[in-house]
């Protein structure tokens, strides 16, 4: 009988010694490898385009030479008012950064982005690559005036 026993305790401790088998599990698996730098790439992927002028009233729009300070207070009310909620001067948030912003638009372009953020979604396509870059983050229409949204194109001159 100990014979039998110690085969059989002999046969378990081969068989449980045998080849690993892997194991197929169901769910993710965390790999802890950098593969590439994604920050490289969250960069603004939309083109600079200083030509389109956007859809909307304004057609035309050239700046003085000096910046007009009291339009820029005005406008920078405004902005802090209504605009700080998806948009901040040098940083992406819900909205792109604001600065430097007629780098890479046209004053026509802005203004009309401000005052028909509806027709330009629809219309331009620069608004749609932004609208996608920003993950269909839909820019509301504030209502603003031509002398309003004047002001605030003013002040985003002087970021």
Not at 76 to 102: E, S, T
Not at 126 to 149: F, G, R, S, V
Request: net charge negative; proline share 4%; glycine share 8%.
């Amino acid at each position: 009988m100990k014979k039998i026993l110690m085969f059989l305790a002999l046969g378990a401790m081969i068989a449980s010694c045998g080849g690993k088998k892997e194991e197929k599990k169901d769910g993710f698996e965390v790999s802890r490898t950098k593969t590439e730098d994604t920050k490289a790439q969250s960069k603004e992927g939309v083109p600079v385009d200083l030509d389109n002028k956007g859809v909307g009233p304004i057609t035309d729009l050239e700046f003085p030479e000096g910046i007009n300070e009291e339009m820029a207070a005005r406008g920078k009310a405004k902005f802090d008012a209504i605009c700080v909620a998806c948009h901040m001067i040098d940083q992406r948030m819900i909205g792109p950064a604001l600065k430097g912003v007629y780098d890479r638009r046209s004053p026509e372009w802005v203004m009309n982005m401000i005052l028909n953020p509806d027709g330009m979604l629809k219309e331009d396509p620069i608004a749609k690559a932004l609208l996608k870059e920003y993950n269909n983050a839909i820019m509301l229409n504030q209502n603003l005036t031509e002398d309003e949204a004047r002001d605030v194109a003013e002040y985003l001159r002087t970021l």
